[in-house]
């Protein structure tokens, strides 16, 4: 069974760093794409760093030239660097991929649990 888990979250002051990892566990023929959502409460869930097999990535405005994403093939996860951080950066942010298990002839969408972000003074 195919998981994905997250990790590196955290409490950061404004204009600090923090790196997320998203590791897939399970039987995988292919991960396809990635991506990081984030989540506040009361507002729709946001997309905000996509990556796809090829490694060609996009970015949501917000983020932009301050969050970069990128794959670490052998350890089959994806991490999200995150610079420059502003307290409207605090979320829960969630891991999202496209992944084809193996011995299976199509894609499935797999969701991590969500780590917590707070920036704050």
């Known amino acids: 069974q195919v998981q994905l888990v997250e990790s590196g979250g955290g409490l950061v002051q404004p204009g600090g760093s923090l790196t997320l990892s998203c590791a897939a566990s399970?039987?995988?023929?292919?991960?396809?794409?990635v991506r990081w959502y984030r989540r506040v409460p009361g507002e729709q869930r946001q997309l905000i760093a996509t990556i796809h097999l090829s490694g060609s990535t996009t970015y949501s405005d917000s983020v932009k030239g301050r969050f970069a994403i990128s794959r670490d093939y052998a350890k089959n996860t994806v991490n999200l660097q995150m610079n420059n951080l502003k307290p409207e950066d605090t979320a829960v942010y969630l891991c999202?991929?496209?992944?084809?298990?193996?011995?299976?002839?199509?894609?499935?969408?797999?969701w991590g649990q969500g780590i917590q972000v707070t920036v704050s003074p």
């Open positions: 399970g039987k995988i023929q292919a991960t396809i794409v």
């Open positions: 999202n991929a496209d992944i084809v298990p193996t011995g299976a002839i199509r894609q499935s969408n797999y």
